[in-house]
């Protein structure tokens, strides 16, 4: 009795249809085979999904020795083809399910599960093959309009990339930019701005520099120059690549600086050039020196023909930023003996690259490579009658050269129009800004060196003479020395600066206000007083007024 209450304990609290089933249940002794046949032939005949037990061995009812007595819950045997599913009531573990109008419903759906089955697979299959025919139809359309595109633009000119990529086409790669240290190479460069050549000129000056210490070497130990030999020491003293471009360049800067020849029969000490090989040989020019004696390319000499060259390759650059200041408007002219530094909007480093000079080249061999070429070698060997002939079919054949085409006529050029945002402005008014604009540029083009410096310390002087006041506000003294002034000062401003140069720009304030600043020499030391009492806002503006007003000169 006990034993029968622990297990209705333990059945009862676990959820299930097994558990709701043996609640239903009064009786809770294991059936017989012989009284569970019946109960599983009229299920299977019913067409539920209850499971008929395996035939179990006769035996008593009453346990013997031999034979152990039967658990009290079975385990349930499914067979291999019978697998729950979710929706089945073994699987469901909800108490609801239990209920006996719930498991009728459910066993007559259980009947209709397999026949819905196919029908959901059917579906599916035709959900794919709906799919497929809508991608092959979209890709029917964006095939055509790809066509129709093509044809209205041939070359995929006026197609954006956005569109070929849509379409199909993937975008071509845009063309290489150089890196930003090569194309921002004159903004990066330290101290005053002057005459600054673009970065692949100042490369092209350095591999002169190499290229003339490789060959001054050579040719001081009187050693024929290849240029097999200068472009392996040029290669490791730049670690750059050295070609025959580059040294056609060099020959378009300085032509005078080298003679170049073709000569074989020159020692190689290589396996892969032989002896008869044509090479490339340098040879520098030099002026003869007094007394029928060698020249050679000492290092004064190598000195001036680096400067030359560097001159050469600045005119080059003076030669753009010409057309660059005509192509202006209003145009400017700019005398080249006082040019100081480039236009502001003038780009150094887009200058377009030099032309390679043409270097000669070893002589060709005659060679019959063309059925033309032994026509005509073998001219000499037709008769007479044959040669007529094929001058006849020759004549015959020949295309009619087109009519010379006259020259078209250029469009006339449509007077310039002002842009959108200036439209309603005064012509005078824009001649006038115009004109202040090409001065200002004009005086700040041909500004020399230390002007550049003097104005640089005008524009600091504002921001000095403040900090200047509130050192001697917070000092209280009439007077202090310029070493401790300057200290100071280099302590409160916020760039870095030496004692040195922040005393110059105490000097510069002195002399544009002598009245607010003065300094006193006594001694051996200098002595720096200040008029507290003057108004700091005027003494400032009339500061930015004298830097702007020296900015125009």
């Not at 497929?132 to 055509?144: D, I, N, T, V, Y």
């Not at 003293?237 to 056609?248: D, L, Q």
């Not at 600066?497 to 607010?516: R, T």
């Amino acid at each position: 009795m006990a034993q029968r209450r622990v297990t209705d304990f333990f059945l009862r609290r676990r959820p299930g249809p097994r558990a709701a089933s043996l609640r239903a249940k009064p009786n809770w002794r294991t059936p017989s085979p012989a009284k569970s046949a019946l109960p599983a032939q009229v299920s299977t005949s019913g067409g539920s999904r209850k499971r008929a037990r395996p035939p179990a061995e006769p035996a008593s009812d009453e346990p013997t020795r031999d034979q152990p007595a039967p658990p009290a819950r079975r385990r349930l045997r499914l067979p291999a083809d019978v697998v729950p599913g979710p929706g089945s009531p073994a699987a469901s573990g909800s108490p609801e399910h239990s209920s006996p109008s719930k498991k009728t419903k459910k066993a007559a759906l259980s009947g209709q599960l397999p026949q819905l089955a196919p029908q959901k697979d059917k579906v599916s299959s035709k959900v794919t093959l709906s799919e497929l025919k809508s991608c092959l139809q979209r890709a029917r359309e964006l095939g055509a309009r790809a066509q129709g595109l093509r044809a209205s633009a041939p070359g995929n000119d006026g197609v954006e990339p956005s569109v070929l990529e849509a379409e199909g086409h993937p975008a071509e790669p845009c063309e290489e930019k150089a890196p930003a240290y090569q194309r921002f190479h004159a903004l990066a460069q330290p101290g005053l701005p002057g005459l600054v050549l673009p970065y692949k000129y100042q490369v092209l000056a350095e591999m002169f520099r190499s290229m003339d210490t490789i060959v001054g070497m050579l040719y001081n130990r009187s050693e024929t120059v290849t240029f097999a030999k200068v472009k392996q020491g040029v290669q490791d003293m730049m670690r750059k690549r050295f070609e025959e471009r580059n040294v056609g360049q060099i020959k378009t800067v300085y032509p005078t600086s080298y003679r170049f020849r073709q000569e074989r029969n020159i020692p190689t000490f290589k396996d892969n050039v032989k002896r008869s090989d044509y090479q490339l040989t340098i040879e520098p020019l030099l002026d003869q020196e007094v007394g029928n004696v060698a020249p050679q390319l000492t290092a004064s000499r190598l000195l001036q023909r680096r400067q030359v060259f560097s001159q050469n390759l600045v005119e080059r650059v003076r030669e753009h930023h010409r057309v660059f200041l005509a192509s202006l408007n209003p145009p400017m002219v700019v005398p080249e003996d006082r040019l100081t530094r480039w236009h502001p909007r003038f780009n150094v480093d887009e200058v377009p690259d030099i032309e390679p000079a043409e270097l000669p080249q070893p002589p060709t061999t005659e060679t019959l490579a063309t059925a033309q070429e032994v026509l005509a070698r073998a001219r000499s060997l037709m008769s007479p009658r044959m040669e007529k002939a094929l001058n006849d079919l020759a004549l015959r054949t020949a295309v009619p050269s087109s009519p010379v085409s006259s020259s078209p006529v250029l469009p006339a050029t449509p007077p310039a129009t002002p842009p959108a945002p200036l439209k309603g402005v005064s012509q005078d008014l824009l001649e006038r800004i115009r004109a202040k604009e090409v001065q200002k540029q004009l005086a700040q083009m041909t500004r020399c060196p230390e002007q550049e410096q003097r104005l640089q310390r005008l524009e600091r002087l504002p921001e000095l003479a403040r900090v200047l006041r509130s050192i001697f506000v917070s000092e209280r003294k009439p007077a202090l020395t310029m070493e401790v002034a300057c200290a100071r000062m280099v302590g409160s401003y916020r760039v870095a600066m030496s004692s040195g140069e922040m005393e110059k720009h105490v000097q510069l304030l002195s002399e544009l206000l002598p009245d607010w600043l003065s300094l006193h020499r006594i001694r051996t030391d200098t002595y720096v007083k200040l008029d507290k009492a003057a108004d700091l806002a005027s003494v400032t503006a009339q500061l930015a007024r004298l830097a702007r007003a020296e900015e125009m000169l």
